[in-house]
């Protein structure tokens, strides 16, 4: 009995620290591609990033990862805090990604996806509950390097716009009919309590997590504020 006491003890403290390792490695690895796309020369435009309010970050979705609910990716969102979103980077929240158009997408290695969320609007919607691209938020791939100034319109028309890399390419990418929310499982296992991606975004009811510096400090020297 004493024994099966014991295991269960030591269960009960192995399997919350396993999750949190599990999230602090996604969020890690949110950070490293972040700071790997930014890098690229005809990657996301600076204009584009500057005005963005909310960056999404998807890390290594694989094709295996398909199940009865199409296709699943998970990573992490911050956006810039303040009333009028003109202050820094917050900590990150835990995000998911899903649906069968995901599946598209996807060739045989993994891929990246980066959603940036450009005004007031798709931003309250990404943080108060899940949203089908396209439908509840308007969406488009996201222009890159110099198709930027073509793509004026589309900017200003998208709440959402999306990139991927896949295999060293990287592109605009459309994401419409792939539903997103946020992911309380994995932000209770990240900070260790109940949180809501709003709580952590724009109440700041933690603090910065050592796995999320990377991301947070990479978009903060890549774009410090936002242009009005």
């Not at 450009?118 to 943080?127: E, I, P, T």
């Not at 709003?198 to 999320?212: C, E, H, S």
Request: charged share 20%.
């Amino acid at each position: 009995m004493r024994k099966l006491i014991a295991v269960a003890v030591m269960l009960s403290i192995a399997v919350p620290l396993l999750a949190q390792k599990k999230e602090r490695e996604r969020l890690q690895e949110a950070g490293t591609v972040m700071k790997e796309i930014l890098n690229i020369p005809e990657g996301i435009p600076q204009n584009i990033l500057n005005k963005a309010e909310c960056v999404i970050v998807f890390p290594s979705v694989l094709k295996f990862a398909i199940g009865i609910g199409g296709s699943y990716g998970r990573g992490a969102i911050t956006c810039r805090t303040g009333a009028k979103h003109n202050g820094p980077w917050s900590a990150p929240a835990m995000m998911a990604l899903e649906g069968g158009n995901i599946g598209i997408q996807l060739g045989g290695q993994a891929t990246d996806f980066v959603l940036l969320v450009m005004n007031d609007r798709g931003a309250d919607s990404v943080l108060s509950s899940k949203i089908k691209l396209g439908a509840d938020a308007a969406a488009a791939a996201g222009p890159k390097g110099r198709d930027a100034a073509a793509a004026t319109d589309i900017v200003m028309r998208a709440e959402i716009l999306s990139y991927s890399r896949s295999r060293g390419l990287f592109a605009g990418v459309s994401l419409e009919g792939s539903t997103l929310r946020g992911d309380g499982g994995a932000n209770k296992n990240l900070y260790g309590k109940s949180l809501s991606a709003r709580d952590i975004v724009q109440r700041g009811r933690v603090g910065m997590p050592a796995a999320g510096r990377e991301l947070i400090n990479v978009l903060t020297r890549k774009s410090p504020k936002r242009a009005s």
